[in-house]
């Protein structure tokens, strides 16, 4: 593994999670999290938990590249932002979990859902294009003839 090329995706990722975030969850979004008030916490008691949205997206940026780097060794930002897209994915069946148990609306479930699909399929291209290997790394595997 190369891990300055690595480090330098995880720190992309780790940006644009965030800053997506912030622009579709809490500015996109903010007036459909407004409708269901009440399960969200306060302004003021949430600035005391920043740290741990902070921490969140690190978590969430660091496995995700560990993801692509892992799974998509011949890099590059199309097979990468499938893997995200499929990622992004994944996340629909806890939000589907959470619109089951908890008063959300149809608009914040869609909202979620879409968020994260796009987020993780822009993510994976963006680790994609950075951790891309040199073309002599990568091993391809020969079909064995039947």
Known sequence: MNWAKFFFA?????LFLFIFGF???GTLMQGAHHEV???LRPESAFK?????LIFGHIVMAFFFTILCVRFVPAGGAGSSAALGALVG???AGPHLISFAVQPLTIKI???WIAGAVIQFA???AIVGAIYKPATEQIMYVKE???
Not at 10 to 14: P, T
Not at 48 to 52: H, L, N
Request: net charge positive.
């Open 10 to 14: 995880f720190i992309a990722a780790f």
């Open 23 to 25: 622009l579709w969850y």
């Open 37 to 39: 008030a009440t399960l």
């Open 48 to 52: 005391s938990y920043f740290g741990w």
């Open 89 to 91: 994915l994944v996340y």
């Open 109 to 111: 479930l869609c909202g």
């Open 122 to 124: 822009i993510a994976g």
């Open 144 to 146: 064995r003839s039947r």
